[in-house]
C-alpha cells in the first residue's frame, strides 16, 4: 500500500487480557518501530526492528510486552495482561534503507488501545 | 539522556498572526533534528527536518533553523491559517545508539478565523 497501516483502528478490552496490534509498513522499508503515546503526552520509544538484525527492545515498558516482525514485513505488538495504564494510542513508523536516524520515519494512524 | 522541550500549548492565534513554537534539546551528539504535525483524527506527518547545525527547514510556509549553539529548532511561520490547527511535536535522533525518534511533549495550536 501507499503507507503505512495498522489494525484495529480501536481496541477495547478488559483488564488482565492479551491484545495483538499490527502494523504493515511501508513496501521495502526495512527498519520498523513501534511508539506508544499516552494522552496529552508525546512519543514513547518501545522496540525497533531493523532487517534481520537482533531488535532494539529498550523500550519496552514490562516483560508483558513484546514484538515480533517476520522478514521486512508485518510485524505484532503483543500486550499480555493488559492494565489500564497500557490504554494509550500506540503508533507504528517504517524508514527506508539503511534506516539511518537521518531518514525520514513514516507513521501509520496508530491504533487506539483502552483498557477498562 | 537525550531530551526534547517544547513550549506548554495550547497556543491559540487568529488567521493570519505569526506563530513561534519552541524547541530545545539534550543531546549527546550531533542529531538531526525534526517537526511532526498531527492533524484532528489523522496520523504523524512529516512537517520539516534539519540534519545539521544551520541547516534550514522548511515545508508549507514553516520554518526551522537548526542553532547548535543554544540548541534549539524553533518552528515559525508568517501567516497562519485555520488549517494549520494541529499538534505539533519536535523530535531529534541521533547518528549513533538507538535509531528511534525522541519526542517533546507537543504544542497544541489553535487557529481561529
Known amino acids: 500500500g501507499a503507507g503505512v497501516s495498522q489494525s484495529p483502528s480501536n481496541k477495547v478490552t478488559e483488564k488482565g487480557k492479551d491484545v495483538e496490534l499490527r502494523c504493515d509498513p511501508i513496501s521495502g522499508h526495512t527498519a520498523l518501530y513501534w511508539y506508544r503515546q499516552r494522552l496529552g503526552q508525546g512519543l514513547e520509544f518501545l522496540i525497533y526492528?531493523?532487517?534481520?538484525?537482533?531488535?532494539?527492545k529498550s523500550g519496552l515498558p514490562s516483560d508483558r510486552f513484546s514484538a515480533e516482525r517476520t522478514g521486512e514485513s508485518v510485524s505484532t505488538l503483543t500486550i499480555q495482561r493488559t492494565q489500564q495504564e497500557d490504554s494509550a494510542v500506540y503508533l507504528c513508523?517504517?524508514?527506508?534503507?539503511?534506516?539511518?536516524?537521518?531518514?525520514?520515519?513514516?507513521f501509520g494512524p496508530g491504533t487506539r488501545l483502552t483498557v477498562l | 539522556g537525550d531530551s526534547v522541550t517544547q513550549m506548554e500549548g495550547p497556543v491559540t492565534l487568529s488567521e493570519e498572526a505569526f506563530l513561534t513554537i519552541n524547541c530545545t534539546y539534550t543531546a549527546t551528539g550531533y542529531p538531526s533534528l525534526f517537526w511532526y504535525v498531527q492533524y484532528p483524527g489523522e496520523g504523524l506527518q512529516l512537517l520539516l527536518k534539519?540534519?545539521?547545525?544551520?541547516d534550514k527547514g522548511s515545508n508549507k510556509g514553516f520554518e526551522a533553523t537548526y542553532r547548535k549553539e543554544t540548541t534549539s529548532f524553533h518552528l515559525e511561520k508568517g501567516s497562519v491559517q485555520v488549517s494549520d490547527s494541529a499538534v505539533y511535536f519536535c523530535?531529534?535522533?541521533?547518528?549513533?545508539?538507538?535509531?528511534?525518534?525522541?519526542f517533546g511533549s507537543g504544542t497544541r495550536l489553535q487557529v481561529q478565523p
Open positions: 523530535a531529534l535522533n541521533l547518528d549513533t545508539g538507538r535509531r528511534a525518534l525522541t
Open positions: 534539519a540534519t545539521k547545525a544551520d
Open positions: 513508523a517504517s524508514s527506508s534503507p539503511p534506516g539511518g536516524p537521518k531518514d525520514t520515519q513514516y
Open positions: 526492528f531493523q532487517g534481520n538484525s537482533a531488535p532494539d
